[in-house]
């Protein structure tokens, strides 16, 4: 699978259900590139780098990571670029870097909660070998907010409120009237997959506010402002049902 042009300056890698990779941007400024998420292993990060070097592109100058989970962050050793990711992000890097990667210890991390049965499934099927997981923090930590120049773009990453996880970053890119919002509009797997209301309210409310034509989603083809807010409103009217 190749990497699809979508603005002058944006490509996407589609996701990848299989092994729940995740879509990977990528974000081509003058002077430096960015690339968004660091894929879920060194083959997802192989793959990505491939199909950029056949559309003569740069290897990535900086990779941003939307949120900690292992499909957005287990590439980060392999990436070339200065990882860059919020506080929150990676404080659960640091965590996790920490983790043993056995069958015992992994079966441990569902009894406890650390860590999630559709994660733990994903894993075991992306990796032959657990040794050649590697989980390392970023290079470059931010709080709230991060702008980025790359030369006749800017990067904005943001931490913003959202129902699946307290350290989802979205990544604006305003020229080119792009966003990507990584997993932050969907539930939160890591808490019995609550999906909090307010929360998604909260990132509604931003996502309206934000002016863009094109929204990239962790695990889906891209779509329109219109989509995904009307996406967003029908999700929280059924868990308002639901909680009735
Ligand atoms: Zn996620």
């Known amino acids: 699978m190749a990497l699809t042009k979508v603005t002058e300056r944006i490509y996407y890698l589609i996701n990848n259900k299989e092994t729940d990779r995740p879509v990977l941007g990528y974000i081509k400024g003058d002077k430096y590139s960015l690339m968004v998420d660091a894929g879920n292993s060194k083959n997802h990060v ?3 780098n491939d199909s950029i070097e056949k559309l003569n592109l740069k290897l990535p100058d900086y990779v941003a990571i939307t949120h900690w989970h292992w499909d957005h962050s287990y590439g980060m050793h392999a990436v070339t670029g200065k990882t860059i990711a919020c506080e929150i992000t990676n404080e659960q890097l640091k965590v996790m870097s920490e983790w043993q990667w056995t069958d015992e210890a992994m079966k441990k ?21 657990f040794q050649d997981i590697k989980v390392i923090t970023a290079d470059i ?23 699946h996880s307290e350290d989802s970053v979205i990544v604006y890119v305003p020229e080119e009237k792009v966003v990507f919002i990584g997993d932050a509009y969907g539930m939160d797997y890591y808490n019995n997959c609550k999906y909090d209301p307010v929360k998604l309210e909260s990132f509604i409310y931003m996502l309206n506010n934000l002016e863009f034509n094109l929204c990239f989603s962790g695990h889906s083809s891209p779509i329109n402002k219109t989509e995904i807010i009307e996406y967003l409103k029908l999700q929280h009217n059924k868990i308002c049902i639901d909680n009735d």
């Open 46 to 48: 192989e793959k990505f």
């Open 141 to 163: 930590v931010f709080k709230n907010n991060l702008k980025i120049d790359l030369g006749g773009v800017t990067v904005i990453l943001k931490n913003v409120i959202s129902p």
């Open 109 to 129: 991390r569902l009894l406890t909660g650390e860590d999630i049965e559709f994660a733990d499934t994903n894993i075991r099927k992306e990796y032959k070998a």
